[in-house]
């Protein structure tokens, strides 16, 4: 798992960049071009293409444990509830679904979307076991695991958890099928069906939010996955709603700094697009000398973390005492272990995964000005 993991953080940097480029530049060109234009097909297909890139890389990551996760005190019960639809469709209507959510579950501390993901990907497995139809159930309960419990099951640990339990009626696995089951690349789907990518993420998201998964299974009697996280307990914080329509316009300054000369160009135009004034420094001895000529006020600093020369840190810790006041938003195509080890973040800092569209940019540029 660690070279695959070395594997993934090495190709994440440069491949973030260039897909980030890659689904911005799409985005704004579907922008301009009018809805019955014969070209939308031809560049929705980059863009569906892009965005299947982008996923696997996210999987590897996922799977090494080396991708950024945003935790935040939730509950299962809710997730679950709020996948409804999305799952009903994503089985269809020959699988049952049902739930039983326990009323008293205490609440976890984990990154929503990826609990998403696991979800997600643990009901497409069943799905696909279940080819005639059958049933998939998804429960969650308070358990509390003690020595016995892990000493029999290799690297779980002792105490009090929330479970996510997913079980399906369909064709189960043997013993053979299970000693590999998360492992990257390793799937009994036939060639083109399948990245074996899917379960291999489950394991490292469970893993790197500090809990432990389990999976029982025998050939014809189906598969029943039970994830294990830690139960806290502070209150849930209420979701935020979905955002809906586009990215709210501004007319701050804001002095981009990135290496690459694709990303620097998608910034801009997508910044400016929005009513900004945007500053471009392909290095941070450039921005310096950005900051030196430029005498209005600089409102944000948008940087990425590991550049030639000074780091987007040392950058922003230099500007801070010249701009006092200036905000600072990180952007990265490193995994999250990377981030904190090359470019020493503070705690709290703001940041941006690659790749980002514009609107995601915008938004992110936005909701730190206004924080």
Request: glycine residues 12%; without cysteine; proline residues 5%.
């Given at each position: 798992m660690e070279a695959v993991g070395q594997l993934a953080g090495g190709i994440a940097h440069d491949f973030n960049n260039l897909l980030t480029a890659i689904l911005g530049n799409t985005q704004l060109l579907?922008?301009?071009?009018?809805?019955?234009?014969?070209?939308?097909?031809?560049?929705?297909?980059?863009?569906?293409?892009?965005?299947?890139?982008?996923?696997?890389t996210r999987q590897l990551l996922a799977y090494s444990r080396r991708q950024m996760l945003q935790p935040v005190v939730l509950d299962l019960n809710v997730v679950v509830a709020e996948m409804d639809k999305l799952l009903r469709r994503l089985i269809g209507e020959?699988?049952?679904?049902v739930t039983v959510l326990a009323p008293d579950l205490g609440?976890?501390?984990?990154?929503?979307?990826?609990?998403?993901?696991?979800?997600?990907?643990?009901?497409?497995?069943?799905?696909?076991?279940?080819?005639?139809?059958g049933k998939l159930t998804i429960e969650t309960a308070n358990v509390d695991l003690d020595e016995v419990f892990a000493q029999a099951h290799l690297g779980s640990v002792p105490g009090a958890y929330a479970m996510l339990a997913v079980t399906d009626t369909g064709s189960g696995m043997d013993a053979t099928v299970r000693a590999?089951?998360?492992?990257?690349?390793?799937?009994?789907?036939?060639?083109?069906?399948?990245?074996?990518?899917?379960?291999?993420?489950?394991?490292?998201?469970?893993?790197?939010?500090?809990?432990?998964?389990s999976v029982?299974?025998?050939?014809?009697?189906?598969?029943s996955f039970k994830i294990y996280l830690p139960r806290i307990a502070t209150p849930a914080r209420a979701a935020a709603g979905p955002q809906k329509g586009g990215p709210a316009r501004g007319t701050e300054t804001v002095l981009v700094v990135e290496d690459e000369p694709a990303v620097l160009s998608l910034s801009r135009r997508a910044l400016e697009a929005q009513g900004y004034v945007v500053l471009a420094a392909s290095d941070a001895a450039a921005a310096l000398r950005v900051v030196e000529r430029?005498?209005?006020?600089?409102?944000?600093?948008?940087?990425d973390v590991v550049m030639p020369g000074l780091s987007g840190r040392e950058l922003a810790d230099q500007l801070a005492g010249q701009r006092p006041g200036i905000r600072v938003l990180y952007m990265s195509g490193y995994p999250g272990d990377a981030v904190v080890q090359h470019g020493t973040l503070p705690s709290g800092s703001a940041f941006l995964q690659k790749p980002f569209s514009p609107d995601g940019l915008a938004r992110k540029v936005r909701d730190v000005l206004d924080a």
């Open positions: 579907l922008r301009e071009l009018p809805p019955g234009d014969s070209k939308r097909g031809d560049v929705e297909e980059i863009r569906k293409a892009s965005e299947r890139a982008a996923s696997l020959h699988i049952a679904l609440r976890v501390k984990a990154d929503p979307n990826q609990l998403e993901q696991v979800i997600v990907n643990l009901a497409v497995n069943a799905r696909d076991a279940m080819p005639e139809g590999h089951l998360f492992e990257p690349f390793f799937t009994t789907k036939e060639v083109g069906k399948g990245t074996g990518l899917g379960l291999a993420t489950v394991y490292g998201i469970v893993k790197q939010s500090d809990g432990y998964i029982y299974s025998e050939p014809g009697h189906g598969s430029h005498g209005g006020m600089i409102h944000l600093l948008l940087t």
